[in-house]
């Protein structure tokens, strides 16, 4: 059943909670929401959809199932903040574990939509040990990475060990002033070592994607975060025995010749980007760590309707010379 078509009486037919109501007034959606706008309409199948530990943790706080983007299978997790802050128990485990052997059986993308408080510290002997803990959820990412996209949307916190979720994905999409991702909070650091830090310092969104490379893509909303997601998708096949889909190509829109772009004097720098877009199809370029090391471009697009990467040099930072950074970047 998708859950367009079956209604959910624990979730949808009473008054927004609290709870809710407080995360749309920061501007972030419901957990369905953003399926609704990841999803094509009707084509989530759930699985453990009233699955709990607890009557009042609707689906122990994350929905799991398969759905489809644009007519392409994919597999989805998406954290409830409703749901005790998104926080992780011994069931929120098993549906992440199932829904990422889903993926992996069926060769298909796998998108995790985090937002969430981390493991819950009553659950932690339930969720930890055994062959279907927490841990085996990191594994099965190493596993499946080169073998299946893994796409981790990021809209608010990833804490503990769930920071690693988006550690272990190919491309992390952050919402800026609301999504963060670190072991600890700014409290543990003040207790431990006396330092006084906030949260977008010690793991925002901005600093992910300026400073750390952890982020990959800064956004400003989850409507747009998703869309983010959705267009790296299109750039990649469904798993790695497939070659990623190719359409008609589309003439570029610059004018005149291409190497014009390129001054005759070497020492005089110039805008990669610009050269960049007079090559691409117009529409496609999606870049990828835009924020970090900015002396080295990185991105995906269409050549000639074949999906395509690049990697080029920036002279307009920093003469576009190698750093640590830039190497790691590319």
Not at 74 to 103: F, H, Y
Not at 282 to 305: I, Q
Request: glycine share 10%; charged share 25%; aromatic share 4%.
């Amino acid at each position: 059943m998708s859950f367009e078509e079956s209604p959910r009486p624990d979730l949808e037919a009473k008054p927004e909670s609290k709870e809710r109501s407080r995360h749309r007034a920061h501007g972030r959606l419901p957990v369905r929401e953003r399926l609704k706008l990841l999803l094509d309409p009707g084509s989530l199948v759930e699985d453990g959809q009233r699955a709990n530990s607890d009557p009042n943790l609707p689906g122990d706080g994350v929905v799991t199932g398969v759905g489809k983007i644009e007519g392409r299978a994919v597999a989805v997790m998406a954290n409830d903040p409703a749901v005790k802050a998104g926080s992780w128990g011994r069931l929120t485990v098993e549906k992440i574990l199932r829904v990422q052997e889903t993926a992996r059986a069926q060769a298909c993308p796998l998108v995790y939509l985090v937002d969430s408080a981390g493991a819950r510290i009553t659950e932690q002997l339930e969720m930890f040990p055994g062959r279907r803990g927490a841990g085996r959820i990191f594994q099965n990412q190493v596993q499946m990475s080169g073998q299946v996209p893994q796409v981790c949307v990021l809209f608010g916190p990833s804490t503990a060990g769930g920071a690693y979720v988006p550690a272990f994905c190919d491309v992390v999409i952050m919402v800026e002033g609301q999504a963060s991702m670190s072991l600890g909070s700014p409290r543990m650091a003040e207790v431990v070592i006396g330092e006084k830090v906030t949260l977008e310092q010690m793991g925002g969104a901005r600093m992910h994607c300026e400073t750390s490379g952890c982020g990959d893509v800064l956004v400003k909303s989850d409507a747009e975060a998703i869309e983010t997601a959705k267009a790296w998708l299109r750039l990649m096949p469904s798993s790695c025995a497939q070659l990623p889909s190719r359409l008609a190509g589309k003439a570029p829109v610059q004018k005149g010749r291409v190497r014009d772009l390129i001054p005759a004097d070497q020492n005089k720098p110039f805008d990669m980007q610009r050269f960049v877009d007079a090559l691409v199809d117009p529409g496609t370029w999606l870049e990828v760590k835009a924020l970090y090391a900015r002396e080295l471009l990185t991105g995906l697009c269409r050549l000639g309707g074949q999906a395509v990467g690049v990697v080029a040099s920036q002279p307009k930072y920093r003469g576009g010379i190698l750093l640590a950074e830039s190497a790691d970047k590319a």
